[in-house]
């Protein structure tokens, strides 16, 4: 069986057959213990392997959650084409908490951005220049998030009973592929786009990540404990 060498984060693509189905996916070789295979919305799969970790091995599991990936894709493909990229321009839409909102840039002696009606304002004496716009909703994002996450945080963190931790830290972040995830020093990392998304779907991320702190791996047994301390968190995901 071919082994690939310890190289970090070489990278190279595969292909496996489940049934009449091809699966194409790219292997990443990083210094990781466990393998993990993301679906992406642009119908990208990619595997994380652990460096020298057997191709064949790679293959096995690739074919092992070929249901799930297939599932995967067939509901990223829902959603094509995928949205075009922001404009910061007055009339685009942009979502906070799960409500749409039309950006509204106007001039004025000072850079500020704030919810007004069905209107997300931005303020700026600099109103062509979209670089200067990106910053500033993003930044409001940024800054509701913390705040937002915190509270929620705090809100659902005693539904998960038996952590060794009061308060886990939580850092924010703009990721491709995930809404959170938890690290072995009990870390909590959140998008910051997850702000865009309902309050209900918010905390079915931040549960999900809580019940990490417990069970590491997404075993039966996680997937009991999340649906004991939130039950309807298939319809959340979804």
């Given at each position: 069986?071919?082994?690939?060498?310890?190289?970090?984060?070489?990278?190279?693509?595969?292909?496996?057959?489940?049934?009449?189905?091809?699966?194409?996916?790219?292997?990443?070789?990083?210094?990781?213990?466990?393998?993990?295979?993301?679906?992406?919305?642009?119908?990208?799969?990619?595997?994380?392997?652990?460096?020298?970790?057997?191709?064949?091995?790679?293959?096995?599991?690739?074919?092992?959650?070929?249901?799930?990936?297939?599932?995967?894709?067939?509901?990223?493909?829902r959603f094509r084409p995928l949205p075009a990229p922001r404009q910061y321009l007055s009339g685009e839409t942009h979502c906070y908490l799960g409500k749409r909102y039309r950006l509204?840039?106007?001039?004025?002696?000072?850079?500020?951005?704030?919810?007004?009606?069905?209107?997300?304002?931005?303020?700026?004496?600099?109103?062509?220049?979209?670089?200067?716009?990106?910053?500033?909703?993003?930044?409001?994002?940024?800054?509701?998030?913390?705040?937002?996450?915190?509270?929620?945080?705090?809100?659902?963190?005693?539904?998960?009973?038996?952590?060794?931790?009061?308060?886990?830290?939580?850092?924010?972040?703009?990721?491709?592929?995930?809404?959170?995830?938890?690290?072995?020093?009990?870390?909590?990392?959140?998008?910051?786009?997850?702000?865009?998304?309902?309050?209900?779907?918010?905390?079915?991320?931040?549960?999900?990540?809580?019940?990490?702190?417990?069970?590491?791996?997404?075993?039966?047994?996680f997937y009991q404990l999340l649906s004991k301390v939130m039950p309807d968190w298939e319809v959340r995901k979804s």
């Open positions: 069986m071919s082994r690939v060498p310890n190289v970090s984060t070489s990278e190279h693509r595969e292909t496996v057959h489940f049934g009449q189905t091809a699966i194409t996916f790219s292997v990443e070789f990083r210094q990781r213990k466990h393998l993990g295979i993301t679906v992406y919305p642009d119908l990208r799969v990619g595997v994380a392997a652990p460096e020298g970790t057997d191709l064949e091995e790679i293959r096995r599991r690739v074919l092992k959650r070929a249901p799930w990936i297939l599932k995967q894709l067939d509901w990223f493909d509204k840039v106007f001039a004025g002696d000072r850079d500020e951005v704030k919810l007004k009606g069905q209107y997300l304002e931005v303020e700026t004496n600099r109103i062509n220049d979209r670089d200067t716009v990106r910053t500033l909703v993003q930044a409001w994002y940024r800054e509701h998030a913390r705040t937002l996450f915190l509270r929620r945080m705090e809100a659902c963190l005693p539904r998960v009973t038996g952590l060794t931790q009061t308060m886990p830290p939580v850092l924010l972040r703009r990721l491709q592929g995930r809404w959170g995830s938890c690290s072995k020093a009990g870390r909590i990392l959140l998008n910051v786009e997850l702000i865009q998304a309902a309050v209900d779907c918010i905390d079915y991320v931040i549960i999900h990540e809580l019940c990490h702190l417990r069970i590491r791996q997404h075993s039966r047994a």
